[in-house]
């Protein structure tokens, strides 16, 4: 899964960044509201940790802006002890928790747990599950049942993106920005080549038909008969 973490004080980005990376997330980094903003805006993202106090755009105006274009991604907040009507205002427009500073990195992974399983995009034993496919974050396993899918890295990636955000349309260029990054020397062919080798092992399983194409547009995990 991937993370976006917006924070002014560099110490504690790379402190969080670690922190994520450690448990085997992709992240990115930004130190000013705008930066963050741009980046959120790519729709890439499984999780935004956003700082309210930002140079330029607040925390507060980042969550405003995203909601007001109806993109979900669960957000969660660090605030300052005294800054309650900041929190409030942040719940009030759609973040989905906040965490005070000083804080315990273990609280900050138990409260990240617990907002995705509440937005349904991991189960209670942090699997990503979607019919018969199984994802196994912790040990980057994939399966179709019970049966092993033998992914790379990459097929690996690919799969999980979708799975997180199962039964939406994803275009081409938010699966390659969001799998091979921003600044990856491959073309945005690679996408159409990974999805051909992806559905080949889900084939082997009897799992292809879940990943779909929208013609024009992109793809997408859904066992609607009707998308093609």
Known sequence: MRVLVVEDDPSLLKI???????????????????????LAQQNIYDL????IMLPGMSGVEIVKKLRAHAMLVPIILLTAKDAVEDRVAGLDIGADDYITKPFAVSELLARTRAVLRRKGTIGQEGELIYGPIRLVPAARDAFSGEQGLNLTATEYKLLEY?????????????IFDR????????ATTA??????????KLAARNADNLLRTVRGIGYMLTGDPHVH
Not at 48 to 51: E, F, Q, R, T, Y
Not at 162 to 174: A, G, H, M, S, V
Not at 181 to 186: C, H, K, N, P, Q
């Open 48 to 51: 935004i940790i956003l700082d």
């Open 16 to 38: 969080v960044r670690d922190l994520f990376e450690s448990e085997s997330f992709l992240t990115d980094g930004a130190e000013t509201g705008d930066e963050g903003y741009y």
């Open 162 to 174: 979708f799975l997180c955000n199962k039964e939406q349309i994803l275009t081409r260029e938010q």
């Open 179 to 186: 799998v091979w990054g921003f600044d990856s020397g491959a």
């Open 191 to 200: 996408v159409d080549v990974y999805m051909h080798l992806l559905r080949k």
